[in-house]
């Protein structure tokens, strides 16, 4: 048992180091062959900080752990927008101001309503798993067709200095996305397995460990950037860390891990864990869009409210595995 936790600990240092290092390089490598600042923030940073989540779910259905894959996914959703976006806007209050953001949160609570409408069945079967990563594919090609016409937009502008600031030679920057990727890898084999022993020894539920320890394990590169950008002002970036995430995780991560092996739903997920998901996604299309020409804001008292959210769903899911 000490070994699983020691498997967890180690492997959640490697994950957030390898996703880190990944990123940097990709951004890096994709600003080397002209890729505009704007689309390397929406799909190179988005898809870099959800590295983890995707390996670690994949890697859960190939070795028979759907489980952990679908909590993963959906669990790294909800500690995304009401720990992870709670605690920087507590840190410090977001202002929104880019046009993207406005266009990706109706889509984000669109796809949190299909995730709901897929798994009302109680599976998610090959084709859901497909169909979610053909709406994936069409949204990466709708955002890389704006970001190509885009005029000069918030986002861009502070990705643009964020790429000035991590310049690094293309070899350098290849020489990272090969050791980012290598080690995604192999701390995600060793953090799941470390998860399942816990979860085996335990009792717990597969979905449950995915849910908790695995989702905030996963969600770190996350909550890094976007205190780190928050902190700076670049408050596009921090929100849009976030729903570039929950998209990829909605529709990439679970639509891979669906498509190598189908998985079984139980009721909890629909009722509880996908409610609690559209909950906090409508919260923040509330308090995020701005009203009567003003910009939006995250201001230090609704950070609060997200984090008293977080704590309160993860304590009901713990009274609940005791109760058992």
């Known amino acids: 048992m000490t070994l699983a936790f020691a498997a967890i600990a180690v492997g959640l240092a490697l994950l957030v180091w390898s996703a880190g290092r990944f990123v940097d390089g990709s951004a890096a490598a994709a600003g080397h062959f002209g890729m505009p600042p704007l689309l390397i923030g929406m799909v190179i940073v988005g898809f870099g900080t959800s590295a983890p ?32 976006l709670g605690l920087t806007a507590l840190i410090n209050p977001i202002t929104v101001h880019s046009q993207v953001l406005r266009k990706e949160l109706p889509i984000l609570a669109v796809i949190t309503a299909l995730a709901a409408w897929q798994v009302r069945d109680g599976s998610i079967t090959r084709t859901d798993a497909w169909i979610l990563l053909g709406v994936f594919a069409t949204l990466m090609a709708w955002t890389i067709w704006q970001g190509i016409r885009a005029k000069a937009d918030a986002l861009g502008q502070e990705m643009e200095l964020e790429l000035e600031e991590r310049k690094m030679p293309l070899r350098h920057a290849l020489l990272w996305i090969i050791v980012g990727l290598a080690l995604l890898i192999a701390s995600s084999r060793l953090l799941v397995w470390g998860a399942v022993d816990i ?6 539920s597969d979905l449950v460990i995915g849910l908790t320890v695995i989702a905030v394990g996963t969600s770190l590169p996350e909550l890094a950037s976007t205190i780190i950008a928050a902190r700076k002002g670049e408050h596009d970036i921090a929100l849009g860390n976030i729903l570039g995430s929950n998209l990829f995780n909605t529709l990439a991560v679970v639509g891979i891990a669906g498509s190598i092996s189908p998985m079984a739903v139980g009721p909890d997920v629909l009722t509880r864990d996908i409610l609690v998901m559209a909950v906090l996604t409508l919260s923040i299309f509330i308090i995020g869009i701005g009203h009567s020409g003003r910009p939006g804001r995250i201001n230090r008292l609704e950070g609060a409210g997200l984090l008293a959210c977080y704590v309160g769903y993860t304590a009901y899911l713990v009274t609940t595995v005791f109760m058992q």
């Open 53 to 84: 989540e995707m390996v670690v779910s994949a890697l859960s259905a190939y070795q028979g752990n759907p489980g952990i894959a679908l909590g993963n996914a959906y669990g790294s959703n909800i500690t995304n927008i009401a720990l992870v």
């Open 199 to 204: 979860a085996h020894h335990f009792g717990v």
